[in-house]
């Protein structure tokens, strides 16, 4: 929703009250273009400070003490599940900026202290481009806090002067993670005592994984899946971080992660091996070049183009480190990437299961009265969902799923989900073929009301109670928009708060 007297896109603020207009609040809102090279200032600043702190420390303790935490993480996670995405995500990060800075000198000895206020420095740092991103995607406003002038601006102010504040449209993209497990430490420790015992069923011991077929696994930790397929692709820092497409593209299977832990004493703690004893272990893979295989898992001083899968440190040392718990995480995150085909078919089951059963059970539940599946028999072209009714209004229902694709987080997927909502009650279906947007002319939603408004005495018994009639699209997502030409557009979880 814009502002009603300016036109500005409003903006949701810290207490919670209902979103305003920072137009006419008088705030001082940075021009985009502005607003983006004051963030690129603040992220080189933050580069150079961060490099500095790096190069504090004796590197190759700092490295084993980032994959030791980060194999305790992972160990407490697969126990718990939740995304704690920006924990992890910086764990890895570091330990690629720990090996880029290894040769440079320093002392300062990592523990528990100084390597909270390095990740906590880092996420800072991460934050801050996703801001820059936020603000391109015109899903949030920089506010000035004073006025400033650019070019007379030192570090104090720079850093210091100006907030984010998301704009109205970050609401649904936001709520839409949420549903989907992808959120912060916080909502994670609620989430992990929501799903545990779910969760608990469905994980088994690697031994029984390895004898499930891709299906069975697919759907077994389809939810786990989805989020973090969805998580790891839900924005350009994620996506450049963990690109694994080169793990497929190099035959590495999943399954293959599973044989080079299983024979391992414990997940939680390190296992390290001689770079000879690696290649020996790698053999039960079942792959015979071994040497190539080696330079696709094991990041190092000459390979760090790679993703820190197993870690060997610098050359004197002759180590190669193995995570058990973090590559059994990975062995999770990889699977549905590398079955795509697999996980896009479960997800078509389950969007069918939606419309078809789980909808109509959640309105039955409301005390609603439901029909499927209407097809008109005179025009075999059109074919309604759902009808509801109770009391005195009856819903003309489509329902639609949308799984949280990738680059959720941006304004393109915004308009893209925009567009599909109003397409379904326009009467227009997109798709992409050969990377071009096609346009459907299909049955639209109002035509489907007036034939529900023509037709009602057949279509529904109580017609004599009803009393008006009123289309409505069910999401998965949070949608974007709440009406379009008085169709309500709903979120499935809003279906209780329907008068009926
Ligand atoms: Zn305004």
Same mark, same amino acid.
């Given at each position: 929703?814009?502002?009603?007297?300016?036109?500005?896109?409003?903006?949701?603020?810290?207490?919670?009250?209902?979103?305003?207009?920072?137009?006419?609040?008088?705030?001082?809102?940075?021009?985009?273009? %502005?607003?983006?090279?004051?963030?690129?200032?603040?992220?080189?600043?933050?580069?150079?400070?961060?490099?500095?702190?790096?190069?504090?420390?004796?590197?190759?303790?700092?490295?084993?003490?980032?994959?030791?935490?980060?194999?305790?993480?992972?160990?407490?996670?697969?126990?718990?599940? &939740?995304?704690?995405?920006?924990?992890?995500?910086?764990?890895?990060? %570091?330990?690629?900026?720990?090996?880029?800075?290894?040769?440079?000198?320093?002392?300062?000895?990592?523990?528990?202290?100084?390597?909270?206020?390095?990740?906590?420095?880092?996420?800072?740092?991460?934050?801050?481009?996703? /801001?820059?991103?936020?603000?391109?995607?015109?899903?949030?406003?920089?506010?000035?806090?004073?006025?400033?002038?650019?070019?007379?601006?030192?570090?104090?102010?720079?850093?210091?002067?100006?907030?984010?504040?998301?704009?109205?449209?970050?609401?649904?993209?936001?709520?839409?993670?949420?549903?989907?497990?992808?959120?912060?430490?916080?909502?994670?420790?609620?989430?992990?005592?929501?799903?545990?015992?779910?969760?608990?069923?469905?994980?088994?011991?690697?031994?029984?994984?390895?004898?499930?077929?891709?299906?069975?696994?697919?759907?077994?930790?389809?939810?786990?899946?989805?989020?973090?397929?969805?998580?790891?692709?839900?924005?350009?820092?994620?996506?450049?971080?963990?690109?694994?497409?080169?793990?497929?593209?190099?035959?590495?299977?999943?399954?293959?992660?599973?044989?080079?832990?299983?024979?391992?004493?414990?997940?939680? %703690?390190?296992? &390290?091996?001689?770079?000879?004893?690696?290649?020996?272990?790698?053999?039960?893979?079942?792959?015979?070049?071994?040497?190539?295989?080696?330079?696709?898992?094991?990041?190092?001083?000459?390979?760090?183009?790679?993703?820190?899968?197993?870690?060997?440190?610098?050359?004197?040392?002759?180590?190669?480190?193995?995570?058990?718990?973090?590559?059994?995480?990975?062995?999770?995150?990889?699977?549905?990437?590398?079955?795509?085909?697999?996980?896009?078919?479960?997800?078509?089951?389950?969007?069918?299961?939606?419309?078809?059963?789980?909808?109509?059970?959640?309105?039955?539940?409301?005390?609603?009265?439901?029909?499927?599946?209407?097809?008109?028999?005179?025009?075999?072209? *059109?074919?309604?969902?759902?009808?509801?009714?109770?009391?005195?209004?009856?819903?003309?229902?489509?329902?639609?799923?949308?799984?949280?694709?990738?680059?959720?987080?941006?304004?393109?997927?915004?308009?893209?989900?925009? /567009?599909?909502?109003?397409?379904?009650?326009?009467?227009?279906?997109?798709?992409?073929?050969?990377?071009? *947007?096609?346009?459907?002319?299909?049955?639209? *939603?109002? &035509?489907?009301?007036?034939?529900?408004?023509?037709? %009602?005495?057949?279509?529904? &018994?109580?017609?004599?109670?009803?009393?008006?009639?009123?289309?409505?699209?069910?999401?998965?997502?949070?949608?974007?928009?709440?009406?379009?030409?008085?169709?309500?557009?709903?979120?499935?979880?809003?279906?209780?708060?329907?008068?009926?």
């Amino acid at each position: 929703m814009t502002c009603e007297i300016c036109g500005n896109k409003k903006m949701i603020t810290d207490t919670g009250e209902l979103p305003i207009c920072p137009k006419c609040s008088g705030l001082r809102i940075v021009d985009k273009k %502005l607003a983006i090279l004051i963030a690129e200032a603040q992220i080189k600043w933050l580069e150079n400070k961060f490099d500095d702190y790096i190069r504090k420390f004796d590197k190759k303790r700092l490295l084993i003490w980032l994959l030791d935490a980060r194999e305790k993480f992972s160990r407490q996670f697969v126990d718990n599940p &939740s995304i704690m995405l920006s924990k992890f995500f910086a764990y890895n990060v %570091l330990i690629k900026e720990v090996m880029r800075l290894y040769d440079t000198d320093g002392s300062e000895i990592a523990d528990e202290k100084n390597t909270e206020h390095l990740i906590s420095t880092f996420s800072d740092f991460v934050n801050i481009r996703n /801001r820059r991103n936020l603000i391109k995607e015109e899903l949030g406003y920089c506010i000035a806090k004073e006025d400033f002038d650019i070019y007379k601006m030192d570090h104090k102010t720079l850093m210091a002067n100006f907030e984010f504040v998301p704009s109205e449209d970050w609401l649904p993209i936001l709520e839409t993670l949420k549903q989907n497990d992808i959120t912060d430490e916080k909502s994670a420790t609620e989430y992990m005592q929501k799903h545990k015992m779910e969760y608990e069923k469905a994980r088994a011991t690697p031994q029984k994984t390895e004898y499930r077929t891709p299906e069975e696994t697919i759907r077994i930790f389809y939810r786990f899946f989805e989020s973090s397929r969805a998580a790891i692709h839900k924005n350009e820092i994620f996506v450049e971080t963990f690109n694994f497409e080169y793990l497929k593209n190099n035959g590495v299977k999943p399954e293959m992660f599973l044989k080079l832990t299983n024979v391992l004493p414990q997940r939680g %703690l390190l296992v &390290s091996k001689s770079r000879q004893q690696f290649r020996i272990h790698l053999k039960r893979t079942g792959r015979k070049d071994i040497l190539n295989l080696y330079d696709t898992l094991v990041f190092g001083p000459n390979n760090k183009d790679v993703f820190p899968l197993f870690v060997e440190l610098d050359k004197k040392e002759d180590i190669v480190f193995i995570s058990p718990a973090f590559i059994f995480l990975i062995y999770l995150i990889y699977y549905p990437i590398y079955y795509h085909d697999l996980f896009a078919a479960e997800t078509q089951r389950l969007a069918k299961k939606f419309e078809k059963e789980d909808i109509p059970k959640m309105f039955r539940k409301n005390r609603f009265n439901v029909i499927n599946n209407i097809v008109d028999k005179k025009k075999s072209k *059109l074919e309604i969902d759902t009808l509801a009714w109770g009391g005195n209004v009856l819903y003309v229902i489509e329902t639609k799923v949308w799984g949280i694709k990738s680059y959720y987080e941006t304004k393109q997927r915004h308009l893209n989900i925009e /567009r599909d909502i109003m397409g379904i009650i326009d009467g227009e279906k997109y798709r992409v073929k050969n990377k071009v *947007l096609v346009v459907e002319k299909v049955p639209s *939603l109002l &035509s489907k009301i007036t034939y529900v408004k023509e037709n %009602l005495a057949e279509l529904c &018994s109580d017609y004599k109670h009803i009393k008006e009639i009123k289309g409505l699209v069910v999401t998965r997502i949070f949608p974007p928009i709440n009406t379009y030409k008085d169709v309500k557009i709903i979120n499935f979880s809003d279906i209780e708060k329907l008068n009926g």
